[in-house]
């Protein structure tokens, strides 16, 4: 199993949408939200999704597709 450090921001369109609940059900990832602010405009989400590496790749496409901005963390602070 590996684990990506990512933080998506996420467009107007998609806030009130399940996306997380989403990335479990249909890309067999295990998220676990670290940080998070999200409003009716606008919203930001620090995520660490753990699976197998194909499922990681799969679920990460699929976020970009949803045009969610996905960024890679190298390091993180508690």
């Known amino acids: 199993m590996k684990t990506e ?4 921001t996420f467009p107007e369109n998609l806030i009130k949408k399940p996306i ?3 990335l479990v059900k249909e890309d067999n990832v295990i998220p676990n939200i670290r ?3 999200v ?3 606008f919203g930001w ?3 660490e999704l753990s699976g197998k590496e194909s ?3 799969g679920a990460i496409r699929h976020l970009q ?3 969610i901005e996905v960024e890679f963390l190298e390091s ?3």
Request: charged fraction near 45%; glycine fraction near 4%.
């Open 5 to 8: 450090r990512i933080e998506l």
């Open 45 to 47: 989400m620090v995520l």
């Open 39 to 41: 409003d009716e405009k």
């Open 35 to 37: 940080r998070a602010n």
């Open 20 to 22: 997380i609940y989403r």
């Open 76 to 78: 993180f602070v508690e």
């Open 65 to 67: 597709e949803l045009g």
């Open 55 to 57: 499922d990681l790749e």
